[in-house]
């Protein structure tokens, strides 16, 4: 079985993006850096 460990997303618009999953997950991204957005899951 395969074990995912990241996934990558792309947008013309990542703020957009990011805020439409952060209500998803109702989690707020660990990280913003130069607009991009990541969470980190263990």
């Known amino acids: 079985m395969s074990d995912l ?3 990558l997303v792309f947008s ?3 703020k957009r ?3 439409f999953y952060g209500k998803v ?3 707020d991204p ?3 850096m130069e607009g991009y957005y ?3 899951s263990y």
């Open 12 to 14: 013309e618009d990542p």
């Open 30 to 32: 660990d990280w913003v």
């Open 5 to 7: 460990r990241s996934i």
């Open 38 to 40: 990541g969470t980190v």
């Open 25 to 27: 997950f109702r989690k």
């Open 17 to 19: 993006l990011g805020d």
